[in-house]
């Protein structure tokens, strides 16, 4: 049988395959569909320091081979989600990461400093990308300055990993990633989801409140691989890539490019069990092409 554990540096997994962040609920949601315990480990969906209601509807619109969504990291808050974590840590061992949020840098600071207090949690995923929050919600993943600053001022507060997930939307995301690493980052997750445009032609308005919004889904795969790519050629610390994966096939090729795990994202919506046909595949592929482990081929894509 195929080797499937994933040694990153400061925490070992079983397999590569992590739900990722906003595609995933907080966890609980899942448990009827499958084990949780069969996953790598999972991301619940990022939180604020308070209550946040997210964005007025609509907030979903779907498109060929993709998703564009403007939910604006709708949440209950660090408090209620401490009770959630409780709850879900009792009914699986699976690595817990929680997806930080905030406001402004201070915000950050402190719902990091929260969740690293709690050992249920294994690790932090710092989340300065996301493109659906009004203006004045920070998006760092923009700037490798502001990137590195920030890495490095929660960095200065906590010590359990960090995971910081970077922008496909930044100028030069490899600036960005590099600036993370030095600021003291353990890991990077790469892609958060492209902006898009939907409109309503009849009221010749754009469909979504903030007009913009985030794309995800098997549209995006070609761009995010090649952004995984880029971004494991410039830095030492383990990347985990994510965009467009829906089946086992897809994964192995994340790890072909660089990447150390993955996040599974949109499937989620669509095939709520999608993890475990997923893993099933990986091990057919890897049977079938007779890769005996992922250090094998990861980040030996021939060019």
């Known amino acids: ?18 739900p990722a962040s906003g595609t995933f609920g ?4 899942f448990a009827p569909f499958f084990d949780l315990d069969i996953l790598g480990a999972l991301v619940l969906k990022g939180i604020y320091k308070n209550t946040r209601p ?8 779907e498109t060929p081979a993709g998703l564009l969504n403007s939910i604006g990291l709708a949440g ?52 300065i990308s996301c493109p659906n929050v009004k203006q004045g919600g920070a998006c760092p993943a923009q700037d490798d300055q502001h ?20 922008s496909p ?25 492209f902006l898009g445009l939907a409109v309503n032609l009849e009221k010749r308005r754009p469909l979504f409140a903030n007009t913009l919004a985030g794309l995800s889904g098997p549209a995006i795969k070609p ?22 994966i829906t089946s086992g096939k897809d994964v192995l090729e994340y790890i072909l490019v660089g990447a150390s795990a993955v996040q599974i994202g ?4 669509t095939e709520p069990a999608a993890a475990v046909r997923i893993l099933a595949e990986m091990e057919q592929e890897m049977t079938h092409l007779q890769i005996n482990g992922l250090n094998e081929i990861r980040g030996k894509l021939l060019v």
């Open 147 to 166: 990137t590195y600053r920030l890495v490095k001022r929660v960095k200065e507060h906590v010590h359990k990993p960090l995971i910081v997930k970077l």
């Open 54 to 61: 997210g964005n007025p509807p609509p907030r979903l619109c």
């Open 1 to 18: 049988m195929a080797e499937l554990s994933v040694d990153l540096g400061f925490c070992t997994l079983k397999n590569p395959l992590i």
């Open 266 to 269: 949109t499937v989620n919506f």
């Open 26 to 29: 907080y966890g609980e949601e």
């Open 223 to 244: 761009l995010a691989l090649k952004l995984v790519w880029e971004v494991c050629r410039q830095v030492q610390i383990p990347v985990i890539g994510m965009g467009g």
């Open 169 to 193: 939307n930044a100028a030069d995301i490899a600036a960005v990633a590099r600036a993370a690493q030095e600021a003291g980052a353990d890991a990077l997750s790469l892609v958060n989801t």
């Open 76 to 127: 209950p808050g660090a408090d209620k989600l401490q009770e959630i974590i409780r709850r879900l840590s009792a009914k699986t061992s699976t690595p817990i990461i929680v997806n930080v949020c905030g406001q402004n840098d201070q915000e950050f600071v402190e719902v990091a400093e929260i969740f690293a207090a709690m050992p249920e949690v294994t690790m932090l995923e710092l989340n």
